[in-house]
């Protein structure tokens, strides 16, 4: 059965708070309904294809996540049925089932909190130039993809267009206070190590991830998506081989078949082939399946 792709969500009557490159979040009551659409982005750029299956896939592996870190730290989701839901939503099922949440509002931290545990993406730039990642100094001669000797927070502001900026933890300090970012770090490398070792019992390597926190009622809580291919980086453990890039469970073969075809990165961004969609598809679906062993 073909899935039918969803680029943006309509519900009248609902009140939008925001387009993010992918999600819609909407204000219900004094909680907030996000949307994971099946738009993808690259280079900074929306794509005008979808990906077939990509909203369900971050929003049920995210509600996976939620559920294996109960008891760790305290978490915005409420529900994903829409049977659940406020009545009105209801009518909205075929946009909704499957991907969105009903979450608590929380007032976000506006910090990215990056936890590292092996050397790719900007961090092996940056080890390239400084011998350091956000200000940590790392031992010399690592190869990119490495596993560092532990794994290390790295933070990073939050950009609302573009790229985020890595930051050092002092700086982030300076920006939310030393204590509220010790609590942030000390979470961040709690979840990623208890997440990292689940993933390598399930053949996955987990080299780096992001979380956003934010406050609800004066409670420290985990929010938006949750160990995702959008928010993480997941290697197939049987083929890793440090040395250069991996082959991993996310948008890389969007970026490759972009490089393929010297795009300039500046809009209008080119649609995707249906194969390049659905071979990216089918990414996300295999890290879905095997994390969690159901199929989507």
């Not at 976000?108 to 990056?114: A, F, K, L, P, T």
């Amino acid at each position: 059965m073909k899935s039918e792709v969803i680029l943006e969500t309509n519900l009248p009557g609902v009140q939008l708070l925001s387009r993010g490159k992918v999600r819609d979040n909407y204000v219900v009551g004094e909680d907030l309904l996000i949307v994971a659409t099946d738009r993808i982005s690259a280079f900074d750029y929306i794509l005008p294809t979808g990906i077939p299956d990509k909203g369900r896939v971050l929003t049920q592996l995210s509600i996976f996540w939620f559920d294996f870190l109960r008891g760790v730290v305290p978490t915005h989701f409420l529900t994903a049925s829409v049977d659940e839901y406020p009545s009105p939503l209801r009518a909205y099922r075929d946009q909704l089932e499957g991907r969105s949440m009903l979450v608590r509002r929380a007032k976000m931290i506006d910090i990215e909190c990056v936890a590292r545990g092996y050397l790719s993406g900007s961090g092996w730039k940056e080890y390239r130039a400084a011998s350091s990642v956000c200000g940590i100094p790392l031992p010399a001669g690592l190869k990119e993809s490495d596993r560092l000797p532990e794994p290390i927070f790295t933070p990073a502001t939050k950009a609302t267009t573009g790229h985020d900026e890595n930051i050092s933890f002092e700086t982030a300090a300076g920006l939310i206070g030393s204590e509220l970012a010790g609590r942030l770090r000390d979470l961040t490398l709690g979840i990623y190590s208890r997440a990292a070792r689940y993933a390598e019992s399930r053949g996955i390597i987990l080299a780096d991830t992001k979380f956003e926190f934010g406050f609800v009622d004066g409670q420290l809580t985990l929010a938006d998506e949750v160990l995702t291919p959008d928010s993480s980086r997941f290697w197939p453990q049987a083929t890793y081989q440090p040395g250069g890039a991996q082959p991993s469970y996310d948008k890389q073969y969007v970026r490759d078949y972009l490089e393929s075809i010297h795009w300039n990165k500046q809009p209008p961004a080119p649609p995707l082939p249906e194969d390049v969609a659905l071979h990216t598809s089918g990414k996300y679906k295999e890290a879905y399946r095997v994390l969690t062993g159901r199929s989507l």
